[in-house]
């Protein structure tokens, strides 16, 4: 298994652009959500999704958008990218609920110029 | 509301001294907390949970009730602890449904 993976791991954006950060995991876990990290802020819930087709947002949702079309992926959009927006992103799965243990992806570190 | 603190952004140690990472919560019931980490260039992981009252790599942590707290332990630093941890919360039934985290602490070991 590969776990959950991301890409890319590493983004540059000037501001206004727009991208998709992708998430997959192969251990057919039901629920998924993207965090970002900032110094000092700790870990902040953007969205999550507890299953195809059903998302929710989390702490910080602002200027992102997600969308779950199947158990796989998690795709995390930028409409229009905001220096404010710079940080590392993970994506996390767990079996069934959001207080399973949490398996997370390597990150991906975005710069908004 | 439910709320994790960690008030140490950085925690520096020498080899070989114990280690104590701090985190308190806020929460009213019986709260389970649970400790990730994360080692440089590796993803997040789970390190422990208190309902499992396990040792991983020397680390414990005791839940406090009365003191409201969850404090990350080790007796006897080594540099390859140096990492970034969170302590998490996991929220009462029916309520958010989402672990809670920490701002978390940075341990870094010195030789």
């Known amino acids: 298994n590969a776990g959950v993976t991301q890409t890319p791991k590493f983004q540059v954006l000037k501001t206004g652009q727009s991208m998709t950060l992708q998430c997959a995991q192969d251990?057919?876990?039901?629920?998924m959500s993207w965090y970002r990290q900032d110094p000092g802020m700790g870990l902040r819930l953007i969205h999550y999704s507890v299953g195809a087709g059903i998302t929710d947002q989390g702490e910080v949702p602002n200027g992102y958008n997600v969308s779950r079309s199947t158990t796989e992926d998690f795709p995390l959009r930028l409409l229009s990218a905001a220096p404010s927006q710079t940080s590392v992103y993970f994506c996390a799965s767990s079996y069934s609920s959001g207080t399973d243990t949490q398996y997370f992806g390597p990150g991906t570190r975005l710069t908004v110029l | 509301a439910q709320r994790v603190t960690q008030p140490e952004k950085l925690l520096s140690v020498f080899k070989g001294a114990p280690v104590e990472l701090k985190c308190n919560y806020s929460y009213s019931g019986s709260p389970e907390l649970f400790w990730y980490v994360q080692y440089s260039r590796q993803r997040l992981q789970l390190l422990l949970r208190?309902?499992s009252r396990e040792s991983i790599k020397g680390f414990t942590a005791d839940l406090n009730k009365g003191e409201t707290s969850f404090h990350l332990k080790k007796p006897f630093a080594q540099e390859e602890d140096s990492a970034m941890y969170y302590c998490?919360?996991?929220?009462?039934?029916?309520?958010?449904?989402?672990?809670?985290f920490g701002q978390g602490t940075t341990l870094q070991v010195k030789p």
């Open positions: 998490a919360l996991k929220p009462p039934p029916g309520n958010t449904g989402k672990l809670i």
């Open positions: 208190h309902i």
């Open positions: 251990m057919n876990h039901e629920y």
